[in-house]
């Protein structure tokens, strides 16, 4: 069980936080690590994140058996294999491949966390498998909220509090405790919360609202992506 939890609401409260020698999981719901944790699954190599759409062509060409994924707005960048809805990462798709991913709020997120002794990936596609990896961790654990463009998600915090809910009895920050409560006020219409939230209504209007019944899907997968070196991997 983790000595204890907080919870860093956006990426830019991250350098607030000391991660060194913690275990970080980051978030983003809607829709990086929902992608990242289904790529995975369906049996993609490793995934790289990266910040900006050169870097991921710059690091694919070195790379042979590599599709390159991500959005800008939301929508698949130019010249780009793959968006970043998680429908697409399908075992057809993904399977012995590596990937390049870049997208607005979780690739920058996971690069922030590079300090943490361990960082994991989470998404309510793989709350149960997260929930029980974290058990056995000893040490500090903190959520990273990816949020939107350095703003507040609901969809972030309500996963990191259906995390801190399940894990039960430690020490919590009141970053934590607030978590917990919006999950306790979410967990019967968690689809309902993702269409309400800022993001999913961006994602509806673009003609993305499929997305928002996936990345609703409670422990669809049982992996735990986890993040070494700056690539992630089952
Ligand atoms: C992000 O990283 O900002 C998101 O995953 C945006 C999205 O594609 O929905």
């Known amino acids: 069980m983790p000595a204890s939890i907080d919870v860093a609401f956006t990426p830019d409260l991250l350098p607030?936080?000391?991660?060194?020698?913690?275990?970080?999981?980051?978030?983003?719901?809607?829709?990086?690590?929902?992608?990242?944790t289904f790529a995975v699954a369906n049996g993609a190599t490793a995934i790289t994140p990266v910040l900006t759409p050169e870097d991921a062509f710059r690091l694919a060409a070195d790379q042979p058996?590599?599709?390159i994924g991500g959005e800008r707005g939301g929508v698949k960048v130019d010249g780009f294999d793959l968006g970043n809805s998680p429908r697409e990462y399908t075992e057809a798709?993904?399977?012995?491949?590596?990937i390049v991913l870049t997208t607005t709020n979780g690739t920058r997120t996971l690069q922030a966390c590079r300090a943490a002794e361990r960082v994991l990936v989470g998404s309510f596609l793989n709350?149960?498998?997260v929930v029980d990896r974290l058990a056995q961790v000893e040490g500090e654990l903190v959520f990273a909220c990816s949020g939107r463009e350095g703003g507040f998600c609901t969809e972030d915090t309500v996963f990191a509090g259906a995390c801190v809910a399940a894990l039960g009895e430690t020490q919590l920050t009141d970053a934590a405790e607030a978590a917990k409560i919006l999950y306790q006020i979410h967990r019967d219409d968690l689809l309902g919360m993702l269409k309400n939230c800022y993001h999913g209504q961006y994602l509806a209007?673009?003609?993305l609202g499929e997305d928002l019944e996936f990345c609703a899907q409670v422990d669809r997968v049982d992996v735990v992506p986890c993040q070494i070196g700056g690539r992630i991997t089952a």
């Not at 607030?16 to 990242?36: N, S």
């Open 16 to 36: 607030f936080f000391d991660l060194t020698g913690k275990t970080v999981v980051v978030a983003d719901l809607l829709r990086a690590t929902t992608t990242i």
């Open 65 to 67: 058996n590599t599709l």
């Open 93 to 98: 798709v993904v399977s012995d491949r590596r």
């Open 127 to 129: 709350l149960r498998a």
């Open 205 to 207: 209007a673009i003609g």
